[in-house]
């Protein structure tokens, strides 16, 4: 999204204008006024630049209209504002800086992604029981799928809540991800490291279960039509199994992932009422519509897709490697 290059540079193109005393109507004092606000909700590390992560967890915790973000910085279409972020993130910080704050990610999606898996092939062997070699339903998929997810997301929770506070916090605020953890526990409770896990979990059942049963499903006939003599459809047939799995299960799940990621980071907004699961959704389409819960979901896309479909590729190298066969 472009939004993050204009708004990096917005500081300094007006120190420009000032410096040059180019001709032309000076800025218009309430919308320099916008755009030191907006750029001080965006900036959600501090550090006077805003990257493509800080603009889409921004956008979606705070409930910032797109609308009015384009109308400040007169942007145009969202691909062309992504291309334009992503150019500058190099530009400013190099290759490096599309992976900044990838650490804390890869601390929850490592035990997630493993657990997940070998959750669904237990629950697959369960439900399989005496029937040898026998492939399940597409049902039967998707409720181990469901299961697996809920498991998963159950055990590793505090860190989605850990990783948003994170995403979140101000400058000095945590001195890292123990501290965080410290805090939180010391002035909300226990109970706020599942602050959201309602939404969360009515969302991955549906994901979960969806994802796992399409990629499944599409993969067996591809193998059944294709490559009768094989059990390896290849790694390109993987990746689009993946890819189409992932893209329907987030758009069967997105709005409620919206809901739970504004009902984490609403903890650390000041003056404003704590709302509901049911709360946020009302507010969500009365103030932004149906499109409003689905809200940053293109980037979303451009994140998952890409993830999701490499895991799977793994997942299959791994059961092979390890001799899982059921």
Known sequence: MGEDEECSSAPSRRGENAENGKSGAALDPEREKRYAELFEQLDLNKDGRVDINEL?????TRGLQLREAEKVHGSTTREINLWFGLRGMIQEGGVLSLWRGNGINVLKIAPESAIKFMAYEQIK??????????SLRVQ???IAG????????TIIYPMEVLKTRLTLRKTGQYSGMA?????I?????????????????MGIIPYAGIDLAVYETLKNAWLQRY?????DPGVLVLLGCGTVSSTCGQLASYPLALIRTRMQAQAITEGKPKLTMVGQFKYIISHEGVPGLYRGITPNFLKVIPAVS?????????????????
């Open 56 to 60: 889409k967890t921004g956008l979606a």
């Open 310 to 326: 490499i895991s799977y590729v793994v997942y299959e190298h791994m059961k092979k490697v390890l001799g899982v066969v059921y």
């Open 185 to 201: 526990l010391k002035t909300e409770g226990i109970r706020a490291f599942y602050r959201g896990y309602l939404p969360n979990t």
């Open 140 to 142: 039967e998929r998707f």
């Open 125 to 134: 062997w369960l439900i399989r029981g005496n029937k040898e070699g026998g």
């Open 227 to 231: 490559c009768v003599n094989s059990a």
């Open 179 to 183: 501290d965080c953890a410290r805090q």
């Open 146 to 153: 469901s299961l697996a997810g809920a498991t998963a997301q």
